[in-house]
């Protein structure tokens, strides 16, 4: 007996010290079926054999239709593929090109995709990859540019203006200093390649990937992306593929990538804060790293916000989910679904045969997964400018809730649904800070912008400081009909130079040097003009131009540094709030809330803390969204918004004549009949009256 | 002094049930309206109120028709006379200087005339136009829910809120001199008290008026 449990538990230990060691798969992912894959190069060779950069395109093609999925994937074209002439994009901007990442200024990232025939380059396609190429899943600009066309034997079109310069986007970039133009070494850096296994395995290595493209090895960054799979490792020499990791037929087992659909935690890399863990939520500001977290306090957790380490206001309070959807184990892609997913593809009233209720033909599994459309449902936020043509092709939330059932206590449904988003009432208030201004009329120190943020008392990232979150601004947003519907929003005001013609953003390099010497300090002009309390330094409140005179030296500044022209614009750009939803307990349900003055429809909604002098602040062209009421600047410099209600809400609208004139009405009566009656009575004592 | 009957028991219901739901509705409609200023019933409540109350109204004012137009008794409210405008000026002189001599009404008001022409032409305006206004456009706004095209037709709430706000403070207005009016009898009482026993205190006049039957 003990001779055969010994036996057993030699073949037990034998058993496991052979069996290939796989990663620990995750607790909460199901990595599925997906069968074997072999790892190939661009050249179509496996990596094993050439030691080359694996191309996801090349290898997951094998099985999937990689090229129908690289063209229906607006993630990846990001706007390259809606170009359109300058002066003619949406948003209003006369150097916007595309209602995309890639051709749409962000005054929040700043650097200027220019277009060819420009005066000077600031950022060239090399640079854009490099710039915001580890928040962009690759393909589309990162590759395309590089590509002719098998058919045609062309490459695609670029917006052209005015005569060609000594430089073209596409092969230049600036120098370190900024000055001048130097040739991109294409053939050395290739492109970024449509990243399938940024999305597609459960703990793509960012880091290592964003340090490839940040460092212009293009063609290595999703080689970068499996670093943690450990297939491969950076040596001095480069990437090294692991044969130990693959199968002896030089397969990978597909536990090893830890392939899976994507997961709410694949789309958090690029769009803001998703936590997942059980260790408490924390979060900071002032980067962009986090999108959504920091144009919009975004955070995608089930965690209960008062677990968080955050220093959040009336935090023992708060005992509900960051988001009521994440708690409820939603991932992303269950409303932001493959257009031409089996199961949550949605037929729209307009196609459907009129006949129908249901039209049961849908794609087969197989078909889908050959060929799954990248184009994501999406919804008509604001910001969401790229692929309009997509909008509203999101299951919403009408789609799935029942409000007729949900909301008893609220007479008017109807109405109220029309009138407004359910986030209106859904996200009653966003608990942390958020982006509120970015200007870059004056530089920090640090050569970058003025930024603050709202809902927060003191500097953002200090733990000491209280974060109170803030109330988003109600604003009417277009819709399909052409009717609007109020939208809960935040306000990014931005301010910043521009010269011209063609009118351009002022590049980063010019303002560099014209607020700083060479050797690092600002300006002697600049501090002459801004030094108000004379100690040779510049203060953060020296740092605004408060005053007309102080925008004329800084101008001055540009033109030594050869900026012709130059003068403030001023930026609003509104951010839906469509996440961060909470259950009905947590929503608001309080009448007055809305229905009577200094409520959420009419509060002041403060836009910045400081606006430059002189400079208003328009609305980007593309939002949809009417900044319905006054914007005032007040004595201490900041803007804020007076919102005006444009539809009737009883309890909140008013017109001033009528009532005006039914008071009169009201007191002539009382007035005459008082006087009447003391006349009266004053006859009847004389012994007249009746 | 005669005592007649001049208002019988479906007048004097009818009457009253009009004049709660009036000062109800005014009331719920100022917390609609100011919910800060005055919150009474709460806003959501005082819609509801609101809305019942209307249906009252409005169901009353159909009965009301429907008895005026069956009695015969719509007659009180046409401003038929011959004499009309004579009439008028004779009433206006009375509220205006007669009533402080002690000088009598110039009008017999017997149950088959209960209105003098001043009454006629603000109850034909009344219920011709501030009535049916009030009606329209609380029902457009009511139903905007359930039959949006309705009110849409109509403008929209933004003009039939502010013209339902509009009529309703007339009717305050109007509402308030009525109340004073109701002082000018025989005795500051006199006609508060026919309205609910339905007995008045009539003056004699030359021609005196005829005694109903109960």
Not at chain 1, 411 to 440: F, G, I, Q
Not at chain 1, 635 to 650: C, H, I, N, Q, T
Request: glycine share 10%.
């Amino acid at each position: 007996m003990r001779r055969l449990a010994a036996v057993l538990l030699t073949i037990v230990v034998v058993s496991l010290l052979t069996v290939p060691r796989l990663p620990a798969s995750d607790e909460t992912i199901d990595l599925g079926m997906h069968p074997p894959v072999r790892l190939i190069d661009q050249d179509d060779r496996p990596v094993l054999e050439s030691g080359g950069a694996v191309s996801p395109h090349r290898t997951c093609g094998a099985c999937h239709d990689t090229r129908y999925i690289r063209e229906q994937n607006y993630h990846g074209c990001v706007g390259i593929t809606e170009q359109v002439p300058l002066g003619e994009a949406a948003s209003g901007r006369p150097w916007d090109t595309s209602p995309g990442r890639f051709g749409r200024w962000n005054p929040l990232i700043y650097r200027f995709l220019t277009p060819r025939g420009f005066p000077e380059l600031d950022l060239g396609t090399a640079d854009w990859i490099r710039l915001l190429g580890p928040r962009h899943v690759g393909g589309g600009p990162a590759m395309r540019q590089r590509e002719v066309d098998p058919a045609t034997g062309e490459r695609p079109r670029l917006v052209e203006v005015g005569p060609r310069s000594g430089w073209d986007p596409e092969t230049h970039v600036l120098d370190a200093d900024g000055r001048h133009t130097v040739r991109w070494d294409w053939t050395r850096s290739g492109g970024v390649e449509m990243d399938c296994f940024l999305c597609h395995t459960t703990r793509p290595a960012l880091d290592e990937r964003s340090a490839e493209i940040r460092a212009g090895r293009f063609r290595w960054a999703p080689t970068a992306t499996l670093s943690g799979s450990g297939l491969v490792e950076r040596t001095e020499e480069g990437w090294r593929w692991n044969r130990a990791a693959f199968a002896p037929d030089g397969t990978v087992d597909a536990r090893r990538l830890r392939i899976t659909d994507p997961h709410a935690a694949n789309c958090g890399q690029c769009h803001g804060l998703v936590h997942e863990g059980r260790e408490p939520v924390t979060a900071r500001w002032g980067t962009l790293d986090q999108w959504s977290t920091e144009t919009k306090g975004q955070i995608f957790s089930a965690q209960h916000i008062r677990h968080s380490s955050l220093n959040l206001a009336g935090k023992e309070d708060l005992g509900r989910p960051w988001d009521i959807h994440a708690e409820r184990l939603f991932r992303c892609s269950y409303c932001h679904h493959s257009l031409n997913h089996p199961g949550y593809y949605k037929e729209f009233e307009e196609t459907k045969p009129a006949h129908l209720r249901f039209d049961a033909r849908r794609l087969e599994t197989g078909r889908y997964l050959k060929r799954p459309n990248h184009h994501l449902a999406k919804g008509r936020s604001v910001q969401g400018t790229v692929m309009a043509v997509l909008d509203d092709t999101m299951r919403r939330c009408e789609d799935c809730h029942d409000a007729e059932r949900g909301h008893a206590f609220l007479p008017y449904k109807r109405r109220h649904l029309n009138a407004m988003l359910c986030e209106s009432c859904h996200v009653p208030d966003v608990p942390v800070p958020a982006r509120r201004e970015t200007d870059w009329t004056v530089l920090t120190p640090e050569r970058g912008p003025r930024i603050t943020h709202r809902g927060a008392e003191g500097p953002v990232n200090d733990p000491a400081t209280l974060l109170t979150g803030f109330r988003p601004v109600l604003l009417p947003r277009a819709e399909a009909d052409g009717s609007t519907r109020l939208t809960p929003m935040n306000l990014l005001a931005s301010w910043f130079w521009v010269t011209g013609p063609p009118e351009r953003p002022v590049r980063l390099a010019d303002l560099e040097r014209a607020f700083f010497t060479e050797e690092g300090p600002y300006h002697p002009e600049i501090v002459r003009a801004l030094d108000a309390d004379g100690d040779g330094g510049l203060s953060p409140e020296e740092r605004l131009l408060d005053h007309p005179a102080e925008v004329e030296a800084v101008r001055r500044r540009l033109e030594a540094v050869g900026v012709p022209n130059a003068s403030i614009r001023g930026e609003i750009q509104p951010i839906g709030i469509h996440h961060g939803t909470v259950a009905g307990a947590w929503a608001v349900r309080e009448c007055g809330e809305c229905h009577g003055p200094d409520g959420r429809l009419d509060e002041t909604f403060e836009i910045a803390r400081f606006a430059p002098a002189g400079v208003e602040a328009t609305i980007v062209g593309d939002a949809g969204v009417r900044l319905s009421g006054e914007i005032e600047r007040k004595a201490d410099g900041s803007l804020v918004l007076r919102p005006e209600v444009e539809r009737y809400v009883p309890g909140l609208s008013r017109i001033v004549w009528i009532d005006g004139i039914g008071l009169l009405a009201v007191l002539a009566a009382i007035g005459g009949a008082a006087a009447h009656g003391i006349l009266r009575v004053r006859s009847r004592r004389r012994g007249r009256g009746s | 002094m005669t005592r007649v009957y001049m208002y019988n028991r479906y007048q004097r219901l009818w009457h009253w049930a009009q004049a709660i739901c009036i000062v109800l509705l005014l009331l719920t409609g100022l917390e609609i309206h100011w919910p800060r200023t005055l919150a009474v019933f709460g806003f959501a409540n005082a819609i509801s109120i609101h809305e019942v109350l209307g249906l009252l109204l409005l169901a009353n004012a159909f009965l009301g028709l429907f008895y005026h137009l069956t009695t015969g008794a719509i007659r009180q409210y046409v401003p038929g006379s011959k004499d009309f405008v004579t009439m008028a000026v004779l009433q206006v002189r009375y509220y205006v200087a007669g009533i402080f001599r002690g000088e009598p009404h110039p009008m017999a008001k017997t149950p088959q005339h209960r209105l003098n022409p001043l009454q006629q032409v603000t109850y034909l305006a009344i219920l011709n136009v501030l009535l049916p206004l009030q009606i329209v456009t609380g029902l457009a706004i009511y139903l905007v829910e359930v039959w949006p095209s309705f009110a849409a037709a109509l403008g929209g709430l933004a003009v039939l809120g502010p013209l339902h706000t509009l009529g309703a403070w007339l009717f305050a207005g109007f509402l308030l001199m009525h109340i004073y009016l109701t002082t000018t009898g025989p005795t500051p009482t006199a006609y508060l008290r026919a309205m609910i026993t339905g007995w008045e205190e009539s003056e004699e006049h030359e021609a005196p008026a005829k005694e109903a039957t109960p």
